[in-house]
């Protein structure tokens, strides 16, 4: 993308690699020199399979609503103090170890972090706009941190899980993924009657595969429990 006088002045108190990284995401966009003197008007940012190792630049796009950085080797949630409008926010296929960095993002209401590093779920209460969490595939193994939160979908699949947890708090909580977890007891299906709005509980799912709990005898009889008291 070349650049005028005035982008470059806009440049000029950045590092190169950010000044590339900021090309590359205007290439990637189709965004133009002339949209990006207009920043108030780009929504979205979206990046795939494209090598951009850290978050950085979004204080160019601060009307951001939704931001996808898919497949980018990002190990850390970092930059998005600027993002006051933000309210999807999609991390997934990265090596993201922890949730951080989210302070600012008072609107969002979808966080997708599935298939990355994370061990524990925190730095979310404040969220209370949140309504899709979806963290499948990680290395979680106790929920908690989810109290204070009106989530209708949580997407827990294919963590080391051996208990619900948390999760029990999230009353609004209408769709819930724990399949390919280790949860194993049924007593945890009978914890889930306390859910009243759940409609869709899923310990089996063919994209992320079974829970022990799916391969034991009767476990379509006493799934179905939780709906009937």
Same mark, same amino acid.
């Given at each position: 993308?070349?650049?005028?006088?005035?982008?470059?002045?806009?440049?000029?108190?950045?590092?190169?690699?950010?000044?590339?990284?900021?090309?590359? /995401?205007?290439?990637?966009?189709? /965004?133009?020199?002339?949209?990006?003197?207009?920043?108030?008007?780009?929504?979205?940012?979206?990046?795939?399979?494209?090598?951009?190792?850290? /978050?950085?630049?979004?204080?160019?796009?601060?009307?951001?609503?939704?931001?996808?950085?898919?497949?980018?080797?990002?190990?850390?949630?970092?930059?998005?103090?600027?993002?006051?409008?933000?309210?999807?926010?999609? !991390?997934?296929?990265?090596?993201?170890?922890?949730?951080?960095?989210?302070?600012?993002?008072?609107? !969002?209401?979808?966080?997708?972090?599935?298939?990355?590093?994370?061990?524990?779920?925190?730095?979310?209460?404040?969220?209370?706009? !949140?309504?899709?969490?979806?963290?499948?595939?990680?290395?979680?193994?106790?929920?908690?941190?989810?109290?204070?939160?009106?989530?209708?979908?949580?997407?827990?699949?294919?963590?080391?899980?051996?208990?619900?947890?948390?999760?029990?708090?999230?009353?609004?909580?209408?769709?819930?993924?724990?399949?390919?977890?280790?949860?194993?007891?049924?007593?945890?299906?009978?914890?889930?009657?306390?859910?009243?709005?759940?409609?869709?509980?899923?310990?089996?799912?063919?994209?992320?595969?079974?829970?022990?709990?799916?391969?034991?005898?009767?476990?379509?009889?006493?799934?179905?429990?939780?709906?009937?008291?």
């Amino acid at each position: 993308m070349a650049m005028n006088k005035s982008l470059k002045e806009m440049l000029r108190f950045v590092s190169t690699d950010e000044s590339q990284a900021l090309q590359d /995401i205007c290439e990637y966009n189709d /965004i133009s020199e002339d949209d990006l003197m207009c920043p108030e008007n780009i929504k979205t940012l979206e990046m795939f399979l494209f090598n951009f190792p850290r /978050i950085c630049c979004m204080t160019f796009f601060p009307n951001l609503m939704s931001l996808s950085l898919v497949q980018q080797n990002l190990r850390t949630i970092e930059g998005l103090h600027c993002l006051p409008h933000l309210e999807t926010l999609r !991390l997934s296929e990265n090596e993201i170890q922890r949730i951080e960095g989210l302070s600012n993002c008072l609107k !969002l209401k979808e966080i997708l972090l599935h298939n990355n590093c994370i061990t524990r779920i925190s730095n979310l209460s404040h969220l209370t706009n !949140l309504r899709v969490l979806w963290l499948a595939n990680n290395q979680i193994r106790w929920v908690d941190g989810l109290e204070n939160l009106q989530l209708r979908e949580l997407n827990l699949a294919r963590n080391p899980l051996t208990q619900l947890g948390n999760i029990l708090k999230v009353k609004s909580l209408k769709y819930l993924n724990v399949s390919a977890t280790e949860i194993g007891s049924f007593k945890e299906i009978g914890n889930l009657t306390r859910l009243k709005k759940l409609k869709d509980l899923r310990f089996s799912d063919p994209h992320w595969g079974p829970s022990p709990l799916s391969q034991l005898h009767n476990y379509q009889k006493a799934e179905n429990t939780y709906q009937s008291v």
